[in-house]
């Protein structure tokens, strides 16, 4: 078993937002997403994968593939498609973590 503190030695970028991969082996990732508000992680997708989210702290937007905008907050799930195009706003200082099947060149 492995144990990760999220919220632990959180790394917040100056100019772009910071992705910290938590753990990646070929079959999964989990990426921890920090950022400042007003910080946003433009339009793109995981083309292989579900993206699986869960807020952690603070408040963003969040809109998926229909453009939908969605104000979300700690405890909040998030599921976009393999492939559906999804954006981020933060509008607090924002952390969340993602998961996602598989990991193109992991190591098993």
């Known amino acids: 078993m492995k144990v990760i503190n ?3 030695n959180m790394k917040f970028g100056d100019n772009n937002p910071h992705a910290e991969p938590l753990y990646v082996d070929r079959q999964g990732r989990a990426i921890l997403f920090m950022l400042k508000p007003g910080q946003s992680i433009r339009e793109h997708n995981a083309p292989s994968s579900p993206f699986f989210v869960m807020v952690l702290k ?5 809109a998926g593939g229909d453009g939908v905008e969605h104000t979300c907050e700690p405890n909040s799930l998030l599921v976009f498609d393999a492939g559906e195009q999804h ?10 973590v993602g998961f996602l099947h598989g990991a193109p060149g992991a190591q098993k």
């Open 58 to 62: 603070g408040k963003g937007i969040f």
């Open 87 to 96: 954006t981020i706003r933060a509008t607090d200082e924002l952390v969340f």
């Open 6 to 8: 999220l919220l632990k």
